[in-house]
């Protein structure tokens, strides 16, 4: 690709550069693009049994409450991001695991909240804060229709990407249980949200450096453009020039 040779002035580089980077992206064909639709979706489990109590005699951690999800459609993920509403009276006792399919178990939320009740909390790798802030404020959770939309987001106590490559098909196994004594609580709902991999997609990426950020008046400046693929992708871009 030829590199292109554009001058600024130093009065206004910045409404320059960001000029001479929207045209080069246009140029490139990138500009305007419509980027590969991932879809998500959600698998919700409410059941309603005697057996939804939680407490250290009912839900030991050695006989955890299982809640499943079953996917019947198979795909390759790429994201992946659970909710539960539970009502507990010490929501520190709690501890949640998410397994997969393919047998990965990943430790949502253990031990977090201390005193404070209940728990109604969607967990996303790409939260601002960590599960492990909602110490105090107490959630609602009164029934399965308390959410969603839940009332809280956090990221979780290990990262979900723990699933991203993995086949959706199968049964996922979500386990609760209640890891001391003194307390109580009632499983309401629990929502598993998987986002597919596009079938179709090619992942480029596009970086410019300038050789000189404070250019003088009329001083030449150039701007290396640099378009790479990602050997991963399932397709390949062609007529880059």
């Known amino acids: 690709m030829p590199t292109p040779h554009l001058a600024t002035r130093a009065t206004t580089p910045t409404v320059k550069m960001v000029g001479v980077w929207l045209a080069i992206s246009c140029a490139l064909g990138l500009c305007g693009a ?10 919700s489990n409410t059941t309603a049994t005697a057996a939804n109590a939680i407490s250290d005699t009912a839900t030991p951690c050695a006989n955890p409450l299982v809640r499943n999800f079953t996917v019947g459609t198979s795909y390759t993920i790429s994201d992946v991001n659970i909710g539960a509403v539970v009502q507990h009276t010490y929501r ?3 501890q949640m695991v998410l397994q997969s399919p393919a047998g990965t178990r990943v430790t949502i939320e253990s ?25 105090a404020t107490p959630d609602t959770a009164a029934s399965a229709a ?16 723990a699933f991203n490559g993995q086949n959706s ?12 004594g003194g307390d109580s609580g009632t499983f309401y709902r629990a929502d598993l949200y998987l986002t597919q991999t596009p079938a179709n997609y090619a992942d480029l990426s596009l970086t410019k450096t300038v050789s000189n950020a404070s250019p003088t ?3 030449v400046t150039n701007y290396p453009v ?13 007529g880059v020039q």
């Open 226 to 238: 640099t378009v790479a693929h990602a050997a991963s992708t399932p397709l390949t871009a062609t």
């Open 111 to 135: 031990a977090v909240g201390a005193n404070a009740q209940n728990f109604n909390v969607l967990m996303d790798d790409g939260a601002v804060a960590a599960i492990t802030t909602h110490t």
């Open 34 to 43: 419509t980027a590969a639709s991932a879809q998500t979706t959600t698998y």
């Open 146 to 161: 308390s959410a969603p939309p839940y009332q809280r987001t956090f990221k979780p106590s290990n990262p979900l990407s």
């Open 217 to 219: 008046s009329r001083a």
């Open 169 to 180: 098909l199968g049964t996922w196994r979500m386990e609760i249980c209640d890891t001391a």
């Open 92 to 94: 520190g006792d709690l």
